[in-house]
């Protein structure tokens, strides 16, 4: 690909970026590190009277719990990780033309997924609180391959297709196994089977884009903006497993709920798998790739 036409689609990408996004969409986004910032301004006491006890649940807590912290390390690792993440979809829609995809993804996630998350915490019963927008986090982060799919459909490589989406699902969840598990038979076999699972996808994606995998990388390594995206995104799925199943779960008197960071991460991935079938990506600001 020549400069000038390299240049066209950077200047392209940019302008489509600039004709679609809109501040309200910043002041959405901004408003939960703004709330998590207030919370944590209140008193500890009252702060851990809106945590969620295991033992003696209740539906308001359910869902104030993961808007909770009680130590500034903690909150800074999650409006970190939230700001990475949410933007990181933020993007990859807007330049996808899927707007409506994403703030149906965000009012589900950051309304719905507390109250589903509180309740399948309860499946491990033990006498402990849960606190945190980890959860919330992991969420938006199993949102992150539908949206890298549905930009790399719009602007990359028009072969790939939205079923194409569990490549990444399942690379991420065999490095994760590997991560969380101990290092035994069974989590090798169980890491092995997802990871040909993964190799499947592969093949898969080898057949609908006529070409190879080594052939997709190269497009990914080009030398423009729009593959420079692709590129950061996938480096941040696999980053942040490792910020997400840490070996160390316990620090002092706290526990990481590594449960919840695979629950979080699943069900979000799953549901905007299913709701991406269902309802087509708009097709309003999309570029084609040359």
Not at 3 to 26: G, Y
Not at 76 to 84: D, H, V
Not at 206 to 232: C, D, K, N, Q, W
Not at 250 to 272: D, E, K, M, Q, R
Request: hydrophobic fraction near 55%; proline fraction near 6%.
């Amino acid at each position: 690909m020549t400069a000038e036409r390299s240049l066209s689609h950077t200047l392209s990408l940019r302008s489509q970026f600039r004709r679609a996004w809109h501040p309200i969409d910043m002041l959405v986004i901004l408003a939960v590190p703004a709330v998590l910032t207030y919370v944590f301004t209140l008193p500890e006491a009252v702060r851990r009277s809106y945590t969620f006890a295991y033992l003696d649940p209740t539906v308001p807590t359910a869902f104030t719990a993961h808007f909770i912290h009680l130590t500034f390390e903690h909150l800074a690792i999650n409006l970190l990780s939230y700001g990475l993440l949410c933007l990181s979809c933020y993007v990859l829609c807007i330049l996808a033309g899927a707007r409506r995809f994403f703030y149906t993804a965000f009012v589900t996630l950051v309304f719905v997924f507390p109250f589903a998350l509180s309740g399948l915490n309860l499946a491990v019963p033990r006498d402990a609180i849960g606190y945190g927008f980890s959860g919330i986090n992991m969420a938006f982060f199993g949102l992150l391959p539908i949206a890298l799919t549905n930009y790399l459909i719009t602007n990359v490589t028009p072969g790939f297709r939205a079923r194409d989406a569990p490549v990444f699902f399942f690379f991420i969840t065999a490095m994760s196994v590997t991560l969380v598990l101990p290092m035994n038979i069974w989590s090798i076999v169980i890491a092995g089977g997802i990871f040909l699972v993964f190799v499947s996808f592969i093949f898969s994606i080898r057949r609908s884009t006529g070409g190879s995998v080594m052939a997709l990388l190269r497009v990914l390594l080009a030398p423009e903006l729009r593959a420079h995206i692709a590129l950061v995104t996938l480096l941040l799925l696999v980053g942040y497993p490792f910020v997400a199943f840490p070996r160390a779960v316990v620090t002092g008197p706290v526990v990481i709920n590594v449960y919840i960071h695979v629950v979080g991460f699943c069900l979000a991935f799953v549901t905007s798998y299913l709701f991406n079938s269902i309802v087509p990506v708009d097709t309003e600001n999309k570029t084609k790739s040359e």
